[in-house]
């Protein structure tokens, strides 16, 4: 996409133009066809934290590269959009570091300390439920695997975070037709 382009959409969407946003994916990353993926196309090159151990993620590592990747601008301009087990990292990050930043945009977030979640994982449960030190938005599903309406809700109100449902939608990824998400990058624009 044309600079222009990407500006008109941040435009459009109520999106500060210096606004540093982050893609936080989940456990084995985003595909090509996810929506965190067309964010980032959409919005001008949005970078994604990669993480060590996409398949078998340890949390010390995922907070420590978010961090670090936070750490290299100005915190406060910064806006995290985490997926699934990325809001669980984005969770660990707050409470460990206690950064300000302008925002997260949290969607679908993992309930990994029920089932069906299987995944080898090191470290992420407990789920922090401190309140961080930002405004956050937690969009969820009344279909998601991965979650229950009310965990989300419970997660949400822990947080101090803004509680969308989204209704029938999975679990807002790939699977479930959440490619280019528009309706997601309005959410995003009421961080702002």
């Known amino acids: ?61 995922w907070i420590a590269t978010t961090d670090l990747a936070v750490s290299k601008t100005e915190p406060e301009t910064v806006v995290l959009i985490g997926h699934s087990l990325g ?8 409470t460990r570091y206690g950064r300000i930043i302008e925002g997260a945009l949290l969607v ?15 470290v992420f449960a407990p789920i ?13 599903s009344a279909s998601d695997p991965w979650v229950s309406l009310d965990r989300a809700q419970f997660f949400a109100r822990h947080w101090g975070s803004t509680f969308l449902d989204i209704g029938d ?14 309706q997601g990058l309005e959410i995003l624009g009421l961080l702002q």
């Open 1 to 61: 996409m044309k600079n222009e382009m990407k500006q008109e959409i941040r435009a459009e969407m109520g999106l500060a133009s210096d606004t540093r946003y982050f893609i936080v994916p989940g456990l084995g990353s985003s595909g090509p066809a996810h929506w965190q993926t067309y964010f980032g196309q959409s919005l001008g090159n949005i970078p994604r934290i990669g993480q060590r151990g996409w398949d078998a993620p340890i949390c010390s590592g």
């Open 87 to 94: 809001c669980t990292a984005i969770a660990h990050w707050a």
């Open 108 to 122: 679908a977030p993992s309930d990994i300390e029920a089932p069906p979640c299987t995944f080898p994982s090191e």
């Open 128 to 140: 922090p439920l401190q309140k961080p030190p930002f405004p956050a938005i937690v969009v969820a």
């Open 169 to 182: 939608a999975g679990h807002i990824n790939t699977d479930s037709g959440h490619g280019p998400w528009r």
